[in-house]
């Protein structure tokens, strides 16, 4: 299929990558920057940890299901392709530990580990992402619950119930 996207012969594709596994590194990688640029980009502006998340989820959203893809496949990548995956949420992790700590400091968070905090959004968003045949069935989940997310996360988060 990558050969007739490109209008190449299947060979052709080998030509420049000597592996199916060179091949999938290159791919993710190109994926990786796009939404680590994009996410920069969104967040960089961000002074909230609600503006974060919602970066976050806007980045993922313009590539919802090839990220979906790497949520249930990292495991299984190559490493040069988990390297990439693993570099793309360090980038919203980066974005993320800031906006967390100023409002910790704020007193509007409660004040714990940032890097629970940050797994606590990653495994929330995650799992509904690896779900999305029973969340989103013939949708998309960050169109459809992006909000409810970021909500109930920062509920669950924040010092003062109401």
Known sequence: MIHRAAGVSHGTVFV?????????????????????????????????????????????????????????????????ARDAWISLQSVISLHFSRAAEREMEAGKILRMPVSLLFNLWLGLIHHYLANADLFAPGGKVIDRYGETLIDSYLKMAQTKRS
């Open 16 to 80: 420049h990558f000597p592996s199916l596994d060179a091949l999938m590194a290159e791919v993710i990688e190109v994926y990786v920057g796009k939404t680590a640029q994009r996410t920069h980009e969104l967040a960089d502006s961000g002074q909230t940890l609600r503006e974060v998340l919602r970066a976050h989820l806007d980045g993922i959203r313009e590539y919802e299901p090839f990220y979906t893809a790497l949520v249930t496949e990292n495991r299984q990548l190559p490493t040069q």
